[in-house]
């Protein structure tokens, strides 16, 4: 995972934002809002106005971008750069302090940010981040960045143990799809309708490494789930 990756996909996640956004809205850089010590949640000052709702004017509104991954690598650098764009964005990652780190490497923009650590392998760790995500966003997501992976020790395939194998399915393969299935049911259940999921697949399920054999393969079902 390259910088340079790390530009592509963001500059990818940016035009994405650009199509599917309103072309007369105007992207707020500024919220009434400060992130709360024990949740990274949002205050109102006011105890009336939604998070996402911007400062500057009644009719200005964020977009609202879930980020799976984002303790580190892209997903760190996706969120930071959503983040300084204006976004409000909720960062999933299943180790806490990579979730805080992230927030810290955005600066002030962090208090957009919700942290919310997750193991996207499970079920009921996922619909909680989705609702705690759509409570906090009012109702509506914009895009869903599935970026969460991990890959298994490099060992011959006839030493893989099956732990390893089904931790690496349920993370890359699994994640995508629980996340996938979540961000639709907002989606399609907010006025007006859709939004934007992007999957990250990599090089790997085209020019394989050595001992990669559940990494490689979780790639290309991540092509063939989106």
Not at 84 to 101: C, N, P, Q
């Amino acid at each position: 995972r390259t910088d340079q990756e790390s530009v592509d996909s963001i500059d990818l996640l940016r035009a994405l934002l650009r199509r599917g956004a309103d072309p007369n809205a105007r992207v707020a850089r500024k919220l009434w809002f400060r992130p709360t010590s024990h949740d990274r949640g949002w205050v109102d000052p006011s105890g009336s106005t939604p998070f996402w709702r911007a400062a500057q004017s009644s009719d200005v509104e964020v977009m609202r971008v879930l980020v799976a991954g984002a303790s580190g690598g892209i997903g760190r650098a996706v969120a930071v750069a959503l983040l300084g764009a204006g976004y409000s964005v909720a960062l999933a990652g299943r180790r806490r302090e990579g979730l805080d780190g992230t927030i810290a490497e955005a600066g002030g923009d962090g208090a957009r940010a919700l942290a919310g650590p997750t193991d996207v392998g499970k079920a009921d760790d996922v619909a909680a981040l989705f609702e705690r995500t759509k409570a906090a966003f009012g109702g509506r997501l914009d895009l869903l960045f599935n970026n969460a992976g991990i890959g298994t020790p490099p060992v011959g395939l006839e030493d893989l143990t099956l732990e390893q194998w089904q931790a690496c399915v349920d993370v890359n393969l699994t994640g995508v799809f629980l996340c996938t299935q979540q961000a639709i049911r907002i989606m399609k259940d907010q006025d007006p309708q859709g939004g934007r999921i992007v999957n990250n697949g990599s090089i790997s399920a085209h020019v394989p490494r050595p001992n990669s054999a559940p990494y490689t393969a979780t790639k290309h079902a991540v092509t063939g789930l989106t």
